[in-house]
């Protein structure tokens, strides 16, 4: 069975702490995304890596930075939390898109997500 | 402004009646998934539509992709409580790296 594996589902961490988010995935996936997911708002694309110590701007990345020192692992980090970074944090992978100008209608396998609270 | 604007956001109906869900744009894309997220868990994809017009059937969901490519459809026959949940439609965006643009969702609640 695919599984996609966040470390944390409930966190709680204080204004100023660095908090890392790790992510998993057993299925050889190229690519791996981190999306944050707010009521009425959706998911959104914080950041994304297509290969190993590769990484990618998303939509909303201020605030927030990645790690991909190995293929089957995306770690998420805050390097110091805020109140308005308080969502629930999803992870996910897909297989390699097309080359570049050609567009991916792959699946996104997500995992459970990490619910984060920042006081 | 998201680029794909999902409606209605709530919807609350009784076992058995039937249900749409829109996912609208501007915009035209090549392909568009519908995904469903139970509480608790992450989306899950339901299904993949590529050309316009196209219409994929899957139980009791029907999906339809507008025949320019800007615009998709759910509809949900003889909604049962296990059809509860947030429905997402999300888009490929123009570049590469299989990116995903995400609506804001539709709460789904079915009751018996």
């Known amino acids: 069975d695919v599984k996609v594996t966040q470390s944390s589902r409930y966190l709680v961490k204080r204004t100023g702490e660095k908090v890392f988010l790790e992510c998993v995935q057993d299925m050889d996936h190229e690519n791996m995304f981190w999306y944050r997911q707010d009521p009425g708002l959706g998911l959104r694309l914080i950041y994304f890596?297509?290969?190993?110590?590769?990484?990618e701007k998303g939509d909303i990345p201020e605030g927030y930075s990645v790690s991909r020192e190995k293929k089957e692992r995306f770690s998420l980090i805050l390097e110091s939390a805020s109140t308005n970074q308080t969502s629930m944090y999803l992870c996910a992978s897909s297989y390699p898109s097309g080359y570049s100008g050609t567009t991916n209608t792959g699946e996104l396998f997500f995992g459970e997500g990490s619910r984060l609270t920042v006081l | 402004t998201q680029l794909l604007e999902q409606s209605p956001q709530f919807l609350s109906i009784q076992e058995g009646e039937n249900l749409t869900v829109y996912c609208n744009s501007s915009s035209v894309f090549s392909s568009l998934q519908w995904y469903r997220q139970e509480p608790g868990e992450g989306p899950v994809l339901l299904v993949t539509?590529?050309?316009?017009?196209e219409v994929k059937k899957l139980k009791r969901l029907t999906f339809q992709f507008g025949d320019a490519r800007k615009d998709s459809s759910l509809h949900i026959t003889a909604a049962q409580p296990g059809d509860t949940g947030l429905y997402l439609c999300a888009a490929d965006t123009t570049d590469s790296w299989g990116k995903l643009q995400f609506g804001a969702g539709t709460q789904v609640v079915v009751t018996p």
């Open positions: 890596s297509y290969d190993v110590k590769m990484k």
């Open positions: 539509v590529v050309t316009g017009g």
